[in-house]
């Protein structure tokens, strides 16, 4: 592993070491370190000069003000958005992902609303219990696509039988469960 892949690695190992911080802060490393774990295998949506011929029209209208700023947003363009981020890490885990998080869109939806809210400074909406969850299945996800990626598929076996975050794996199966009719994420 080098680079993101390896950098995510580590700071993996650091989350499952003791914090003492709050959970946004918390939340925000995991939803950071599972980012740039999947970000670091995917494609470009965009070759540079495909990128270049959709960017190149608006930036030669931009105000020079704003024109080096521009470039930089438009060009995180040429990667995967953060859905589809999330989307790629369920289907990089396979069975274990869902086996963790059954029902995976709903878990996306929460993610995106709890990761835009700490990203603009919203606050939590008292949402402690789901900023656990999804802290801790962002660590349970990312330890199953760094083992996938090692070919440590003998620990994934055994992982699954063993008590390794057990408490929180049933808490985010139970939040997350297929059956549930309605959508009990949201504490409005």
Known sequence: MQGDE?????????LLGPWEMPIDLQLFMATSMLESLVRSKSEKLYSNDELNS????????????????ARELLR???RPPYRMLLNLAF?????????????????IKKQGKLRNA?????????????????YYAQILI??????????????????????????????I???YAIAKTKDTTDTA
């Open 142 to 171: 990312a330890y199953v696509i760094i083992m996938k990626r090692l070919g440590l598929d003998d620990a994934l076996e055994q992982f699954e039988e063993s008590s390794f975050l057990e408490a929180p794996r049933q808490q």
């Open 118 to 134: 700490g990203a603009h400074a919203l606050g939590n909406g008292g949402e402690y219990d789901i900023m656990v969850d999804h």
């Open 54 to 69: 959709l960017i190149n029209p608006m930036l030669a209208v931009a105000d020079e003000k704003i024109r080096d700023r």
């Open 91 to 107: 289907k990089e885990s396979e069975t274990w992902g869902t086996e963790i998080v059954p029902n995976q869109n709903e878990f």
């Open 6 to 14: 390896a950098r995510s690695s580590e700071m993996l190992a650091s």
């Open 76 to 78: 995180s363009l040429q």
């Open 173 to 175: 199966r139970e939040r």
